[in-house]
């Protein structure tokens, strides 16, 4: 007899824990509680537009342990198509003066010593920062069964970003830039701007765009949907089961040994492993009633902030726009959309660069700002109704000061608040990415296992500060490897 692996989620993580669990050899079932797979990486369409939600950069779209990953998933094989850009955003003040981050340090670097001249120390330094911290390579095993040679080996290659951690660790990004003392009012304009004023790590930032420079998170042409559903794809070739519109409501302990689960209709699913990708909050508070938690996952649940949810307003535009950049970001302050006043004003991601997401002739624009959730939960019925017409109207207006003349070519507008991200994926707060890579927990992260809990393993993005695909997917193939640990079995995995 197989030992049955139920997965809570088919989300990427819980696709990446399905596949690598039916390779194997365990009974798998995913089991996810909306009609299709994918979770936070998703796309909706209409009228033949293709509205994306997730995708931008897939860290591991060329080299390392993130990119076995994508092909043993199948997100990436011989037909994907990588596009790397060479712009990774551009940003406009209030006065409409113009910022542009490349996505190669070298050009990146001259454009801003041309720009100013006069923070050369500090714009080599800070480019200096993004090429050292190329070295960062992920574990391939999780903590459990790293020994310390692992540790021991990788402690050449990484001592220039060891010591980037020691350095800048619990620095904010406003503190890295006050610590480089920019002068030039442009660049501090910008950098302040988007990353600033909140409370987001230094190193997020600077690994971010060392992994742009090694071309190492490129985008895949198609975007989200299409990513999710090659990886459902592989687990069904390989005879896992998904079963879709299946909430699971509690899991099922006898003597902290896990059992099973149980679905909101009350029907029980017996198993001899758990893994949840779910959301964290609700599995390990609500699921398991928090008969489970260390003080670690107490602390981090409890005070670690959350990313702050998004709102997104889709336009199919019937005409070809060209784009500049696939990111702009308008920074003013004081602008409004409905009732949310924009602390880091707004981004516009132009689609043009993928011919999928729009009929040929046609362009999918997105835009996005974040909208706390205090200002959602809520609110309902009328008022929300109304708040969406309000946020298509006052979005439009900002779509034209970019793009002036577009009104008359909007055929469809599309607005996705944070309660549709709750009501799809469950997820804590519409905190679409987990918690907030801040500087009190960057280089942390929540163990897979529960104390005494038994036969029961968590994964996904609330694991590691920033979430991501990367971790998500990674987390979802380390839960199978402790699971084949615990069985005794060599872990396999192939393309
Ligand atoms: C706007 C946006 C842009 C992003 N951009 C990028 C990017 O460019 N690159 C990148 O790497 N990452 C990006 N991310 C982050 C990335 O999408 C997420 O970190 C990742 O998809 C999380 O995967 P997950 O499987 O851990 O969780 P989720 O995607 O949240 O999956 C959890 C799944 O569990 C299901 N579920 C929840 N509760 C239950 C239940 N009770 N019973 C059954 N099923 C349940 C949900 O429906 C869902 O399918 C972005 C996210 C967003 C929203």
């Known amino acids: ?269 017996l198993s001899d492993y758990v893994i949840s990708t779910a959301d964290g909050y609700t599995t390990i508070y609500k699921m398991l009633e928090g008969k489970y938690i260390s003080k670690k996952i107490d602390f981090a649940y409890k005070n670690w902030e959350l990313f702050t949810p998004l709102v997104q307003v889709s336009f199919g535009i019937n005409k070809l726009v060209e784009y500049a950049s696939p990111i702009t970001i308008n920074i003013s302050k004081g602008l409004k959309i409905g009732r949310t006043q924009l602390e880091y004003g707004y981004s516009i991601m132009n689609y043009s660069y993928d011919t999928t997401m729009a009929p040929e002739g046609k362009t999918a624009i997105v835009m996005r700002y974040e909208s706390p959730w205090k200002l959602w939960e809520n609110l309902e019925g009328e008022e929300y109704k109304n708040e969406k017409f309000q946020i298509e109207s006052d979005a439009t207006g900002f779509l034209e000061l970019e793009y002036p003349g577009i009104t008359k070519h909007i055929e469809v507008i599309d607005v996705a608040t944070p309660k549709t991200d709750v009501r799809y994926t469950g997820v804590k707060d519409g905190a679409y990415e987990g918690f907030m890579p801040s500087k009190e927990n960057t280089m942390k992260s929540l163990d897979m296992q529960l104390p005494k809990l038994r036969n029961f393993l968590m994964a996904g993005q609330w694991l590691f500060p920033g979430g991501g695909l990367p971790p998500s997917a990674q987390t979802g193939k380390w839960s199978v490897q402790l699971i084949c640990k615990k069985e005794k079995q060599k872990f396999i995995s192939y393309i």
């Open 1 to 269: 007899m197989k030992k049955k692996v139920i997965i809570i989620g088919g989300g990427i993580a819980g696709l990446s824990a399905g596949i690598y669990s039916v390779m194997n050899g365990f009974d798998t079932e995913i089991l996810e509680m909306h009609s299709v797979a994918g979770g936070q990486c998703t796309a909706w369409e209409r009228k033949k537009y293709r509205f994306d939600y997730c995708l931008h950069w897939l860290v591991g779209t060329s080299k390392g342990a993130f990119h076995e990953i994508w092909k043993e998933t199948n997100v990436i094989n011989n037909e994907t198509e990588i596009i790397n850009h060479e712009v990774h955003s551009q940003i406009f003040d209030k006065d409409r003066n113009k910022f542009i981050i490349y996505t190669n340090i070298d050009r990146w670097e001259k454009y801003l010593l041309e720009m100013a001249p006069e923070d050369s120390k500090a714009i080599r330094r800070m480019c200096n920062d993004m090429r050292k911290s190329g070295l960062l390579e992920p574990f391939a095993l999780p903590p459990e069964l790293r020994n310390p040679i692992d540790y021991i080996r990788i402690i050449p290659a990484m001592l220039p970003i060891l010591i980037l951690v020691k350095k800048y660790g619990r620095l904010t990004c406003a503190a890295y830039f006050d610590k480089l003392d920019f002068k030039s009012e442009k660049i501090k304009s910008a950098l302040y701007g988007i990353y600033g004023e909140r409370n987001f790590s230094a190193l997020a930032f600077i690994f971010m765009l060392a992994w742009f420079n090694q071309k190492n998170a490129g985008y895949i042409k198609g975007g989200s949907f299409p990513l999710a559903q090659r990886m459902v794809e592989k687990f069904e070739r390989l005879g896992g089961k998904i079963s879709y519109k299946k909430r699971v409501e509690k899991i099922s302990v006898e003597n902290n040994i896990t059992k099973g689960v149980i679905l909101n209709d009350g029907t029980q699913i």
